[in-house]
């Protein structure tokens, strides 16, 4: 089963105006993750799409969608896909590649269908694409890793980098995850912006009880969402995007744009954000 929701750009004088509740419906990634079910969201942020593939055990594949009007979703797109479940596989163009728990597999284009298998829960994310480069699998030992932050500015963590320039090349979709150290709570700090390029932040790896405050909105006009499990953030360029969670937590972040220069941010100081 296959269901896709459409979201429209917002400008931000837009933004300023929403309520908690249109901001959620806008800005936040929620239900994705559903027992033999794809479900993705299509966004007019570079026409990148986010979602989850759940096989519970049985095959699930993801081929035409009508929101691209292309023969197979991946004619003229790339995919990254997390596996933050179980043991699972996926297939496309006659490969089947083996997924443990926090592997990521980059897709290029024009791979045809994707078939999920196993026990898997599988992130999706895909942005279009202008030349192939060849599929690869980025296991965790694969993934280059980046430790930032400080136990004194409660922002110690490592950040994996696995569809990224220093690991592969992609066309413009970049993909990595963050894991906070324990005792630290807060991510990407000093917050940032970045005008070339659009983000995606999935929130996983917590309880079912805990929470992730995400920050967003232009730096003088900030905005916030309580964020769940397995729920994710759409965040526009002219957004920030930083949090504070309770207790464990990792997110996947994942860009789309005019380049994947990782380190081509607008930084925005503490004092500076209101």
Not at 37 to 61: C, M, Q, S, W
Not at 97 to 102: L, T
Request: glycine share 10%.
């Amino acid at each position: 089963m296959l269901t896709v929701e459409t979201r429209h750009a917002i400008h931000p004088d837009h933004a300023k105006t929403m309520d908690t509740e249109a901001l959620r419906a806008n800005f936040l990634g929620q239900d994705m993750f559903a027992d033999g079910e794809i479900r993705l969201i299509y966004t007019h942020y570079d026409r990148f799409v986010l979602g989850g593939a759940v096989p519970n055990g049985k095959a699930l594949t993801l081929d035409k969608v009508e929101e691209t009007k292309t023969d197979t979703f991946l004619e003229r797109r790339e995919m990254g896909i997390v596996n933050i479940g179980d043991a699972g596989t996926v297939s496309a163009a006659g490969q089947t590649y083996a997924m443990d728990r926090g592997d990521v597999l980059y897709l290029g284009k024009g791979s045809g269908a994707v078939t999920f298998g196993g026990n898997g829960r599988f992130y999706i994310t895909s942005a279009p694409a202008h030349e192939v480069f060849p599929s690869r699998l980025v296991t965790v030992e694969d993934a280059v890793k980046v430790e930032m932050g400080a136990s004194e500015t409660s922002n110690k963590r490592t950040i994996k980098q696995f569809i990224h320039p220093q690991v592969m090349q992609s066309c413009q979709l970049v993909l990595g995850y963050t894991a906070l150290e324990e005792g630290s709570v807060w991510n990407t700090i000093p917050s940032h912006v970045h005008d070339r390029r659009m983000e995606a932040y999935l929130y996983w790896g917590m309880d079912e009880e805990s929470r992730v405050l995400h920050l967003m909105g232009e730096p003088t006009e900030t905005r916030h969402m309580f964020i769940s499990n397995e729920e994710a953030a759409i965040s526009p360029p002219w957004s920030i995007h930083s949090g504070a969670g309770i207790g464990e937590y990792t997110f996947i972040w994942a860009m789309a744009g005019d380049n994947i220069d990782y380190t081509d941010m607008d930084f925005i100081q503490p004092k500076d954000i209101l």
